[in-house]
């Protein structure tokens, strides 16, 4: 179990209280949860009751892999646990994209990769649409250097899950951060804000306009022994 379970030294007896740990966890502001949520700002603290089924779906719209019975029992672990060991015999087969995902700064890159000439590996989950490896260790603890992650491409037209940690294709490279709006009030819809888990790492702001497309991290592994 992690450090991001629920047997955490805080009280997470309640709803309220297991709401404000998961902000912490996912370093999100109560301003920003209660944006992407369409409420108050001061609606965690005025809570008294749990989350009504409309609040809770919207939750786990916003959080995919948050835990439906930790929110509600504090029971189990907080978020869904990646997958660290994967059966070379018993998987599917993704495209291993033949360039690193810089968690770090901007790297430059050439998009012209052919998916027919991609080495192929193993992924413990259906859905994924391919297989990138990390380099750098600006998202660690949680994503370490050399780690390979599955990814699925998301519609960022539709919808986008803020405050989880996506790939980023963009014209100046690829990159693996946790992605928010970009609060900045003359530049709203403009910009998304990349953010570090390393604090190390300052924030930064890139333009929507140099953005290929967005992909959600499925799973990830630490280490991983290729076909």
């Known amino acids: 179990m992690t450090e991001l379970a629920s047997n955490s030294t805080e009280d997470l007896s309640t709803v309220k209280a297991r709401l404000l740990h998961l902000l912490k966890v996912k370093r999100m502001s109560q301003t920003e949860f209660s944006k992407l949520m369409g409420v108050s ?6 809570m008294r009751r ?4 409309e609040r809770l779906r919207r939750l786990l719209e916003i959080f995919p892999d948050l835990r ?3 929110v509600l029992f504090g029971e189990g672990d907080m978020l869904e646990e990646p997958e660290e060991v994967i059966d070379l015999n ?3 087969l993704v495209p291993l994209i033949p360039v690193k995902a810089f968690a770090g700064n901007l790297q430059h890159w050439s998009r012209g990769v052919e998916l027919n000439e991609c080495e192929k590996v193993v992924s413990p989950v259906k859905g994924v649409d391919f297989a990138i490896r990390i380099s750098g260790d600006s998202m660690e603890p949680e994503f ?4 390979i992650l599955f990814i699925k491409r998301i519609n960022d037209r539709a919808f986008i899950p803020w405050g989880n940690p ?3 294709d963009t014209e100046n490279g690829v990159l693996v951060k946790a992605v928010y709006p970009d609060c900045r009030q003359e530049k709203k819809g403009d910009y998304i804000e990349a953010r570090s888990y390393n604090p190390n790492y300052p924030p930064f702001q890139i333009p929507v306009e140099c953005i290929y497309s967005l992909y959600r991290i499925i799973t990830s592994v630490k280490q991983y022994t290729t076909m």
């Open 144 to 147: 370490q250097n050399g780690s």
């Open 90 to 92: 018993d998987g599917y």
């Open 166 to 168: 996506m790939v980023i």
């Open 50 to 53: 749990s989350l009504s089924e």
């Open 41 to 46: 700002p001061t609606y965690i603290g005025a």
């Open 68 to 70: 439906r019975d930790w």
